[in-house]
C-alpha cells in the first residue's frame, strides 16, 4: 500500500486526519514512525518525508505524525509540519508502509498473541494458530510443513525487515494447538509458549523433560526453534504459563494455581 497526501497553496495541513478500521491501537515509536496494532499483528507507516518545490528544486519540509484521542474514544492520526513549510506552495507528505500481509490460508488464521518479538536485526517473530489446512497455509521454510489436524495447530513465523517471510510453519498435532507468546535471544533462537490439546506421541516433543500429556483439557507446551529453522527443544510442561527472555533464553513457564515452576 502506498500513498501521498498534496496539500495545495492556502490548504490547512491540520484538516488532514484519518484513522485505521479495526487497529486495536495507534501511536508513534521513538524514530516517529506511525504503529498501526491489529488483530494480526504491528503494521508501520514510517516517518513522513514531505518536500515542496521552490525555484525549481525540491525542498524537504519537517513533517511528522500526530495521534489524538476523540471524544468517542477513537484515535485519528494528522501531521504536523515544522517552521519551514510555506502555505504558498503545494506540500506532498510521503509515509511510507513497511509492510503488510495476510500470514493465512482457506481456514480460520489468528495473529492476535500476547506478544510478539524483534530481534537486534530487525526482525519480527511471531506465534498464534492457524486451521488451514495443508497446502493453502504459505508455509516458508518449515519445521512442520503440513497441518496436524484437530482443532487448530499452532504457527511460528519470523518475517524479515523487509517483510518477506524467512520461515512460517505448523507446530501441532491431532488436538486443539494456539502460541501464546514468543520471545527470542540474542542468537536468533525464538522460544514460543503455548496450549495444546494434542496427545501423547502425536505433539511433536522434541528433548522434552516431559514427554507424555499431563491430562486435562489442554497442557502448556514450550518450543524452542534455532536460528537455522530447527527445533531444539519442544517441552510439554504441564498447564498454560507464560515465557520470560534470559538473554541466552531459558525457557520458563508456571501454572499460577499451583504455583508449579518449569525452567
Known amino acids: ?18 484513522t485505521y478500521e479495526g487497529a486495536e491501537s495507534l501511536s508513534i515509536d521513538q524514530e516517529g514512525n506511525l504503529e498501526i496494532e491489529t488483530p494480526i499483528g504491528v503494521m508501520i507507516d514510517e516517518r513522513p ?13 519537517g513533517t511528522k505524525y500526530k495521534v489524538t484521542n476523540t471524544e468517542d474514544g477513537n484515535r485519528t492520526v494528522s501531521f504536523q509540519v515544522g517552521d519551514d513549510y510555506n502555505p504558498n506552495y503545494l506540500l506532498i507528505i510521503d509515509p511510507g508502509l513497511l509492510y503488510s500481509y495476510y500470514p493465512g490460508g482457506t481456514g480460520s488464521d489468528r495473529g492476535n498473541c500476547i506478544s510478539i518479538a524483534t530481534d537486534h536485526s530487525g526482525n519480527v517473530y511471531l506465534t498464534r494458530s492457524t486451521n488451514s489446512p495443508t497446502g493453502t497455509f504459505p508455509t516458508v521454510e518449515a519445521f512442520q510443513a503440513e497441518y496436524g489436524g484437530g482443532v487448530n495447530d499452532a504457527f511460528v513465523t519470523r518475517v524479515s525487515p523487509s517483510g518477506s517471510l524467512d520461515y512460517l510453519s505448523y507446530l501441532g498435532e491431532s488436538g486443539e494447538d494456539a502460541g501464546n507468546t514468543i520471545v527470542v535471544d540474542i542468537f536468533g533462537n525464538a522460544c514460543a509458549t503455548g496450549i495444546t490439546g494434542s496427545q501423547t506421541g502425536s505433539f511433536p516433543t522434541v528433548t522434552p523433560f516431559q514427554s507424555s500429556y499431563g491430562g486435562g483439557s489442554t497442557d502448556a507446551f514450550v ?27 531459558l525457557g520458563v513457564t508456571c501454572n499460577p494455581s499451583s504455583g508449579s515452576f518449569f525452567r
Open 1 to 18: 500500500m502506498k500513498y501521498d497526501f498534496l496539500v495545495q497553496p492556502g490548504a490547512r495541513v491540520e484538516d488532514i486526519q484519518f
Open 49 to 61: 518525508v514531505s518536500f515542496q518545490e521552490k525555484n525549481g528544486r525540491q525542498v524537504q519540509v
Open 223 to 249: 518450543a524452542k526453534i534455532g536460528e537455522d529453522r530447527t527445533i531444539i527443544v519442544n517441552n510439554d510442561p504441564g498447564e498454560c504459563g507464560a515465557i520470560v527472555d534470559y538473554e541466552n533464553l
